[in-house]
Nanobody, 129 residues
């Protein structure tokens, strides 16, 4: 099993930047498919960006060119660099993961949230205009 803990959220003005971190423990993440999801009040959870074990990535159209996901398997960390933040980015952000061996591959779909077996508690990002 993997435990995930996010950090780095906060309040920032529009156009600003934040870097989210997700610390994993309990197991090495090298064989885990991972991603960032977010949920704003009154809205459904949505996939922000996912990264496979080969560091292949899929970004939501709304975040392309502004957000960058990265993983450090040695440190057991997942990161999300968010630049040019907009008010519509305001949400709770969640780190999630699942073992690639369960499916044999990492799905490139942002809509495959049901695959993710492990979730962090979330970190709040608030962007003011």
């Amino acid at each position: 099993q993997v435990q995930l803990v996010e950090s780095g959220g906060g309040s920032v003005q529009s156009g600003g930047s934040l870097r989210l971190s997700c610390a994993a423990s309990g197991s090495s993440i090298h064989n885990y498919c991972m991603g960032w999801f977010r949920q704003a009040p009154g809205k459904e959870r949505e996939g922000v960006v996912i990264i496979g074990t080969e560091e292949d990535t899929t970004y939501a159209d709304s975040t392309k060119g502004r957000f960058t996901i990265s993983r450090d398997n040695f440190k057991n960390m997942l990161y999300l660099q968010m630049n040019s933040l907009k008010s519509e980015d305001t949400a709770s952000y969640y780190c999630a993961a699942y073992d690639q061996s369960w499916y044999g591959y990492c799905s490139g779909s942002l809509k495959a949230a049901s695959r993710y077996q492990y979730w962090g508690q979330g970190t709040q990002v608030t962007v003011s205009s």
